[in-house]
């Protein structure tokens, strides 16, 4: 079983929407959960960083962890096309300095 | 801001040569990481490295691989031997405020 369940897509939808991106996770002990955005032939930059369940936002950037359901999603609102990218999730257990175990990432486009 | 500087960005390679990929962490970091990531594929954690010695290591990581800070500021992955299979992006990473920043990456291409 994988321990980081990440739906590659494509997933598009029209400028201004509301964007849903979602992990499953199988490791009960992950307790750190970061998103990170991803262009292409480029390095992981950090958006969000959640300890434990709960929300967090930041401006348009929201996420959210459900420990009990493993399961952590991303919503983007007012959705731009420079929000087109691949946006990996990323967890671990260690308070961050462990190596992380990442989702496939999601590629997703943003239609003017 | 600070940032992750990697060199080179892209290195070609004949199979079964040594390369060095180089790494210039955040300054004031103490945590520094490699990762790789095949085409098309995940982020795969290779190693960790703290207080000068190899702190994690994921499978991938086996004999062929080795980790260096040879002085104050750099931090390199050695490949001793390529194989076709070598062929990815090599990320370094460091750690500091919580979280861990990623350097722009090598591209490593093994012929």
């Known amino acids: 079983q994988k321990e980081v369940e990440q739906d590659p897509g494509p997933l598009s939808v029209p400028e201004g929407a509301i964007v849903s991106l979602n992990c499953t996770y199988s490791?009960?002990?992950?307790?750190?959960f970061m998103w990170y955005r991803q262009y292409s032939r480029k390095g992981p930059e950090l958006l969000m960083y959640?300890?434990?369940?709960g929300n967090k936002e930041d401006g348009r950037f929201t996420a959210q962890v459900d420990k009990s359901s493993k399961y952590i999603s991303l919503f983007i609102r007012d959705s731009q096309p420079s929000d087109s990218a691949t946006y990996l999730c990323?967890?671990?257990?260690?308070?961050?300095?462990?190596?992380?175990?990442f989702g496939k990432g999601t590629h997703l486009i943003i239609q003017p | 801001e600070p940032e992750v500087t990697q060199t080179p960005s892209h290195q070609v390679t004949q199979m079964g040569q040594e390369v060095i990929l180089r790494c210039v962490p955040i300054?004031?970091?103490?945590?520094f990481y490699w990762y790789r990531q095949i085409l098309g594929q995940k982020v795969e954690f290779l190693v960790s490295?703290?207080?000068?010695?190899?702190?994690?290591k994921s499978e991938i990581f086996d004999d062929q691989f080795s980790v260096e800070r040879p002085d104050g500021s750099n931090f390199t992955l050695k490949i001793r031997s390529t194989k076709l299979e070598d062929s990815a992006m090599y990320f370094c990473?460091?750690?500091?405020?919580?979280?861990?920043?990623f350097g722009p990456g090598t591209r490593l291409t093994v012929l």
């Open positions: 990323a967890m671990d257990s260690g308070g961050g300095a462990d190596g992380l175990t």
């Open positions: 490791n009960s002990a992950f307790q750190y």
């Open positions: 959640t300890y434990s369940s």
């Open positions: 300054s004031n970091h103490l945590y």
């Open positions: 490295f703290y207080n000068n010695e190899i702190s994690e």
């Open positions: 990473a460091s750690w500091g405020t919580n979280r861990q920043f």
